[in-house]
Every structure is written in structure tokens, then in C-alpha cells.
């Protein structure tokens, strides 16, 4: 079956029940949605170009300062507020949402990692699609993407469920991460971290499963197995795929069902 028998899929914008089953074809099906982070109409426009010239849906996606270069660095960003940071992603999300039809591809809208201090960040994006969900039936974004990795497990997990409350009436897809990424990204900087640090285990993943399943199925795990962001030595980074079937048998062996666990990197 080609992605363009998922029930709901469309060209441009697609979320709620569409968004989630075209993420779980691509599962089923092993292949890959790729995310492009964007700061301008330029770089949207390269993506969907490329989707388009490919036939492939294509994830765009904006972090808190491709969002705030978005709007224009001369706008203020204050600390606590990051009001430029939530103009650039809602303009970035309305921009896409006009020209994606054009191109003749499912694209879906995402955020990028959102670390504890840039919550703001977050509930402004939260707020700009609970208004066009009342407006339209669907979130303005397709899916958003906490990154609390950097805080003890328990309180990465009971923030991701009061968010997934939220964003669950809209089915708006949540993206957490459990384990950190190495490297630097967006001024998140995990280049000094222990390394046995870089690496989820099976319970990790399984208490996100836990404690986010009850509330909405529409959520996926960044989990760690070695992956970093950005450049770094030769020798310093030592991947472990194999990792992910270990964390997907320990969710079968305690759930029954089989793959019950949706990742994303």
C-alpha cells in the first residue's frame, strides 16, 4: 500500500488521525520521514521541493532560534517570554500551511527540542494551535517535540503527561526524548556528557510507554543509543542500533503487543 492509501492523507498540512497513520506506515513499511530544520521561506521551500521532485512526504520542523531568526533578530526574546521564538514558529507553521497543496505531498509541521527552560517557547505554540483547533478542528502544528532530557527521568516523564493532556483533545502527536543526545544543537550543549549517558535502557523506554500510553497513543520516543548532534572526533562515538529491538522485545514481553514502541531520531 503507497502512503497515498493512508486514510486522510492529502497534499499540504496533514495531522490528527492522518498524521499518525502515515507515521505508522512509514513503521510498518521501514522506511524513514525525513525532518528538516527551517529558518526562512527559503530553506521550507527547498524541502518541499525536494519531497515534491521525490513523491515523498517531508517533516518540517523549527527549533526555538530558527523560530526567532524566522520572525527577525531584531524583534525582542526575552527570557520567560520568548515572544519572537513563538511569532517565527506559528508564522513558519501558516507559511507552510499556504504553499505546501502546491507542492503534492503530505508534510507534516513539527517543533524541535524544547529543553525545561524554553517551556514558553512550547505553551505559545501550544496556545496558537488550541486557537485554530477551535477555529478549524485540527492543531496548527502537526506535532511538537519536548526535550527534558537534561532533568531526572520522573519529571521528564509527569511534564510530557501534563502536556500530552493538553494536546491529546486535538490529537496533536508528541515527540519526547528519554536519554540524551550528544553534542550541541541550538545552543544545548551534551558535548562533555558521561558517556553511559548517550544511552537508554529497555525500563527507561518502558516508563515512557507506562505512563504516557493511558492518555494518547499519539506520542514517540527519542531514545538514546549513542546518536549526537553536530560534529565530533572519530573514534568518540560508538552507535548501538541493536539497542532499540532490545527496548521493543522488553515493551513486547511486558505489554504482549508486538513493536508497541514508536521511535524517532
Known amino acids: 500500500m503507497s502512503f497515498w492509501d493512508v486514510p486522510g492523507i492529502k497534499a499540504g498540512v496533514v495531522t ?25 521561506s527559503s530553506t521550507i521551500n527547498s524541502v518541499l521541493e525536494a519531497g515534491a521532485k521525490l513523491n515523498r512526504p517531508v517533516m518540517i520542523q523549527f527549533s526555538e ?33 499556504a504553499v505546501a497543496p502546491a507542492y503534492g505531498i503530505p ?28 477555529a478549524h478542528g485540527e492543531p496548527l502544528f502537526s506535532s511538537h517535540m519536548l526535550d527534558l532530557s537534561e532533568e531526572p527521568d520522573e519529571e ?47 525500563e527507561d523506554v518502558f516508563a515512557v510507554y507506562e505512563g504516557l500510553s493511558p492518555i494518547s497513543p499519539m506520542f514517540t520516543i527519542a531514545a538514546a543509543f549513542g546518536n549526537v548532534h553536530g560534529v565530533y572526533k572519530a573514534g568518540n562515538v560508538v552507535l548501538k542500533p541493536e539497542l532499540l529491538q532490545e527496548m521493543q522485545d522488553y515493551a513486547k514481553s511486558k505489554t504482549g503487543k508486538d513493536r508497541p514502541l514508536n521511535f524517532v531520531f
Open 16 to 40: 490528527g488521525d492522518a498524521a499518525w497513520a502515515l507515521l505508522q506506515h512509514a513503521k510498518t513499511n521501514g522506511y524513514a520521514i525525513p525532518a528538516f530544520n527551517c529558518t526562512s
Open 65 to 97: 532560534g530558527g523560530a526567532a531568526f524566522m520572525a527577525g533578530k531584531s524583534l525582542p526574546n526575552d527570557k520567560g517570554k520568548l515572544q519572537a521564538s513563538i511569532l517565527g514558529a506559528v508564522a513558519g507553521a501558516h507559511l507552510v500551511r
Open 107 to 134: 508534510v507534516l509541521v513539527h517543533s524541535d527540542h524544547c529543553a525545561k527552560k524554553l517551556l514558553p517557547w512550547f505553551d505559545g505554540m501550544l496556545e496558537a494551535d488550541e486557537a485554530f483547533f477551535k
Open 156 to 202: 521528564n516523564i509527569e511534564i510530557c503527561k501534563k502536556y500530552l493532556t493538553r494536546m491529546a483533545p486535538m490529537k496533536c502527536i508528541l515527540e519526547m526524548e528519554i536519554g540524551i543526545t550528544g553534542g550541541v544543537e541550538d545552543g544545548v550543549d551534551n558535548s562533555g556528557a558521561a558517556k553511559e549517558k548517550l544511552y537508554s535502557t529497555p
